[in-house]
């Protein structure tokens, strides 16, 4: 069955449904460290089956130790990791990673060069039948859109088709939950969101459940039905994709998805907020903000739009051509700047007067500590 026929033809049944409900994977306040150096702190999440989850941070915030400690291969200090229902690893014990039923995707593949494609997806299933080998293989191989790739070698076939081929090899023996760690850091940007695309969609197909580790937020907007937003070892917030942009708990989970400027601020009455550039009225208020209180206010791109008619105006200091848009950078008279992301046949030269109208539908607000 190719990608398209999964996307067109593929229906959640009742049967299914009640099956997303079953717990696969249950991280209960987890603790890292190397020695010393405390590298993971009280992270809580979990998975129930067929859903995909993501660990999303910079370099360095631990989003891979967490995996490697799901995997087996990093003990835990503190917490418990639960797999379907059953302990793998608490402060006494870690199961071995050959016990625990999981299927790992790396960074660069992995792949065997000696073997062929169909050999290096079966590598994980030896002990099947041939008939039962051959079998699944071919059923991989057609969910893949690679039926004729079997007899080729890893050096024959482009980075995006290992890249299938790798998650085919850890898909084969059925495993309860698969990670993913970088799993298309080495593909441009493009192809990187189009290989997230294709991977949910046979993961869905496959019922599996899995987690994905990256820095690229829309590679895990593409893929991920829940994100942790990491930070120096803590998980800020565990949340879909839309919440995370639209309602951020911290100003780390605000800074980090999706694009904005902080300006300064302060309380009025009746959720109004005094800026240098408006009054804005806020809907949403952190609870420990009263009126005369210094706030920040995230202004996203999307809050400025272009208007050549508006009186309003402001210098274009710089300007991102992306294709259908361009991302400029603006300043106000009085010196803030500001993001417009504008359509690109409204092209306009660095150093012009923009026009813009500010629409605030939903202000993201933060207590200014």
């Known amino acids: ?11 959640i049944t009742q049967e299914q449904t009640a099956a997303e409900q079953e717990g696969i994977l249950d991280v ?9 150096n405390q590298v993971v702190s009280g992270v809580s999440f979990s998975l129930n089956k067929g859903e995909i989850g993501c660990l999303l941070g910079p370099s360095g915030c631990g989003k891979t130790t967490i995996l490697r400690a799901i995997a087996g291969f990093e003990p835990v200090t503190k917490g418990s990791i639960n797999l379907c229902d059953a302990t793998v690893s608490d402060h006494k014990f ?9 299927g790992m995707v790396f960074q660069d593949f992995a792949l065997f060069p000696h073997l062929t494609i169909f050999d290096n997806i079966a590598f994980g299933i030896r002990h099947l039948s041939k008939k039962d080998k051959k079998e699944r293989v071919n059923q991989l191989l057609s969910l893949i859109n690679l039926e004729d790739y079997g ?3 890893p050096h024959e076939l482009s980075g995006g088709q290992q890249q299938r081929i790798a998650l085919a090899r850890g898909l084969a023996p059925k495993p309860d939950l698969i990670l993913m760690d970088e799993p298309f850091s080495s593909m441009d940007t493009e192809l990187r969101e189009e290989l997230a695309r294709e991977v949910r969609i046979i993961l869905k197909h496959e019922n599996i459940t899995a987690i994905l580790v990256t820095h690229d937020q829309n590679e895990a907007f593409a893929m991920a039905d829940n994100i942790g937003v990491i930070n120096k070892g803590q998980l800020l917030q565990w949340d879909e994709g839309y919440e995370l942009y639209h309602e951020p708990k911290s100003m780390f989970v605000a800074d980090f998805i999706g694009q904005g400027i902080f300006i300064d601020g302060e309380m009025l009455e009746d959720k109004q907020i ?21 706030v ?24 991102v051509f992306r ?10 008279e009085d010196g803030t700047q500001l993001l417009s992301l504008v359509h690109s046949h409204h092209n306009h030269e660095v150093g012009e007067e923009l026009g813009i109208v500010m629409e605030f539908e939903h202000l993201v607000v933060f207590a200014d500590s």
Do not use: W
Request: proline letters at 6%; charged letters at 30%.
């Open 323 to 332: 294709g259908a848009n361009n991302m400029y950078t603006l300043e106000m």
């Open 94 to 102: 870690t199961m071995p990673p050959e016990k625990r039923n999981i």
């Open 28 to 36: 209960d306040t987890i603790s890292v460290a190397y020695h010393d």
């Open 274 to 294: 005094k800026t240098n550039i408006a009054v804005f009225e806020a809907h949403h208020l952190p609870k420990d903000v009263d009126i005369g209180s210094k």
């Open 151 to 153: 007899a080729r070698y």
């Open 296 to 319: 920040k206010v995230l202004v996203r791109p999307d809050d400025i739009i272009h208007d050549d008619c508006s009186p309003r105006k402001a210098k274009i200091l710089s300007r």
């Open 1 to 11: 069955m190719s990608l398209h026929g999964i996307v067109s033809g593929q229906k």
